[in-house]
């Protein structure tokens, strides 16, 4: 379960954004692995910065306070939560300029990882499977690593160490100017910033310690998911270069409208027609829910686009805890084509009705609305 944003910084809700980003320097300061060397701090520091990420920025955190943590995840995918983070504004007066993201996935170390690429699948469902949950089967087609090197690329199992960077995957050079010394840091062309390299490439994979791959992978879909919600499927992405880690596979959902029912937020609209009579005289209907009919009672003089509130009735809150309500709106259905009989009826109604002033009816409508 993910940690609460507000928790980990140690603010409130109330907190001003100048707090927030004073919590998080201190903290930052604390836990950078290039002041802490305990191992457990260079996870600290990637959850402390998360949590700034989103805090930090207005429109992220209005979403997380508005959907909590499970809506917002479901949102948001971890690109999207670090994207516009000013890092120079954050690091650049206290790290000198270093940015933190070169270690976020690879384990305190300046090298980076070659953490497998996230994928993204599109997946077209029905409202009824949104509204109530569903399991899917998706076919993926990924990078996966070879079985034939284990993931090394290498014929025989054996990495070298790159003598070019001496292990380290990135290359320092220095030199002197009239301002003083300038070290600029690269990427180690020999071994793309692996740090090890290959002598006998496998056959299979042709040194890469990859193959193509098609997976089905069941998608569990909580109830209550909307229109443009994403689901996280962590290690079900591409596979890392040299075994490394697996990326992370979200699924984007897209919901295929109701024949009947709108939505709104957790709430369900229904739009209903009664006839004049039932209008008038009131009735007794029967009405669809997401989970079976159920009986209203039409109040005699009913008022067309009056509303009925059917409290737990709606969509599911996808935290699981709750649903929202139907709203059944009555609309009376003026007959287009009237029978003998109906037209018998109608005009003896017309004739009761004709004995008052068209002035007269307007007043006594004014103070029904009033």
């Known amino acids: ?32 692995p290039d002041v802490s060397k305990d191992h457990g701090d260079g996870e600290k520091f990637k959850k402390i910065s998360e949590a700034y990420a989103v805090l930090g920025d207005d429109t992220k955190k209005a979403q997380y306070d508005q959907y909590g943590e499970a809506g917002f995840h479901q949102r948001y995918s971890q690109e999207d939560i670090f994207r516009g983070f000013d890092i120079n504004d954050i690091f650049g007066d206290f790290f000198g300029g270093d940015n933190p993201f070169e270690m976020f996935f690879s384990g305190g170390s300046r090298r980076r990882t070659k953490r497998g690429r996230d994928l993204r699948y599109e997946l077209s469902i029905s409202f009824e499977e949104a509204s109530l949950g569903t399991t899917k089967e998706i076919e993926v087609e990924r990078l996966l690593s070879c079985e034939e090197c284990h993931g090394t ?49 496998c056959k299979k994979c042709s040194g890469s310690g990859r193959i193509k791959k098609i997976k089905t992978i069941k998608i569990n879909i909580p109830a209550g998911v909307d229109n443009g919600s994403q689901l996280k499927i962590s290690r079900e992405g591409e596979a890392g270069l040299r075994g490394s880690n697996l990326g992370d596979l979200y699924v984007v959902i897209h919901v295929k409208p109701s024949e009947i029912f709108h939505r709104r937020e957790y709430d369900l609209i229904l739009e209903v027609p009664i006839t004049i009579s039932q209008a008038a005289l009131g009735d007794e209907i029967k009405v669809p829910t997401l989970d079976k009919e159920v009986s209203i009672k039409i109040p005699e003089g009913t008022q ?25 709106i009555a609309n009376v259905a003026i007959p287009k084509k009237v029978n003998k009989e109906q037209k018998k009826i109608f005009e003896e109604l017309k004739k009761s009705e004709e004995k008052k002033s068209l002035i007269e009816r307007i007043k006594e409508f004014a103070k029904e609305r009033l």
């Open 153 to 201: 690329g290498s014929d025989d199992g054996k990495l070298n160490m790159c003598e070019n960077c001496n292990g380290a995957g990135q290359v320092r050079t220095s030199r002197r100017t009239p301002f003083g010394s300038f070290t600029q840091v690269t990427t180690c062309e020999e071994c793309n910033g692996e740090g090890k390299t290959i002598t006998h490439p």
């Open 1 to 32: 379960m993910a940690e609460d944003y507000y928790e980990t910084l140690g603010v409130s809700k109330n907190s001003s954004k100048e707090e927030i980003k004073k919590a998080y320097k201190n903290l930052a300061k604390k836990y950078h």
């Open 304 to 328: 067309p686009g009056t509303q009925f509130r059917l409290k737990g009735k709606g969509v599911p809150y996808v935290d699981g805890y709750g649903r929202g309500d139907l709203y059944v």
